[in-house]
């Protein structure tokens, strides 16, 4: 990706990598924090490119949510459509897998959404 990419990351730790934890019982849901949106430097093609690597033993969902809010509270952030992978334990995958999607709009922020129930996100990379 140009430079402009950048890893979402998660919990404010700086870190892009999400496990499931040894002492999770469920499926675990993750927010990144909010990275900067096409919108808010007011450019007008609103082109964003995401991209998910994920482990081999990764079984869940990633996907990216968007907000047009300056200042959004958790009732701002909406689904991106089209942005959405999921894997479960009958895929039997041997191997990681990278999955990226284009999407647009003038989004202000924009943030990466794991729920996981095994295996680990090893990255979110985003570009705008």
């Not at 990351?9 to 924090?33: E, I, K």
Request: aromatic share 14%; no cysteine; hydrophobic share 35%.
């Amino acid at each position: 990706m140009p430079a402009l990419s950048q890893g979402l990351t998660f919990n404010s730790t700086g870190t892009v990598y999400v496990s499931y934890p040894n002492t999770a019982t469920g499926v675990q849901v993750y927010y990144s924090d909010r990275a900067q949106g096409d919108g808010y430097y007011g450019a007008s093609d609103g082109v964003h490119t995401v991209m998910y690597t994920t482990t081999s033993e990764f079984e869940g969902s990633v996907s990216m949510q968007a907000t047009l809010a300056s200042a959004p509270a958790e009732a701002d952030w909406f689904a991106v459509t089209d942005t959405a992978v999921s894997y479960t334990s009958m895929d039997m995958r041997n191997f990681p897998s990278v999955d990226y999607f284009n999407f647009t709009g003038n989004f202000v922020w924009i943030r990466g959404v794991v729920s996981i129930s095994a295996g680990a996100v090893e990255s979110i990379q985003y570009n705008h």
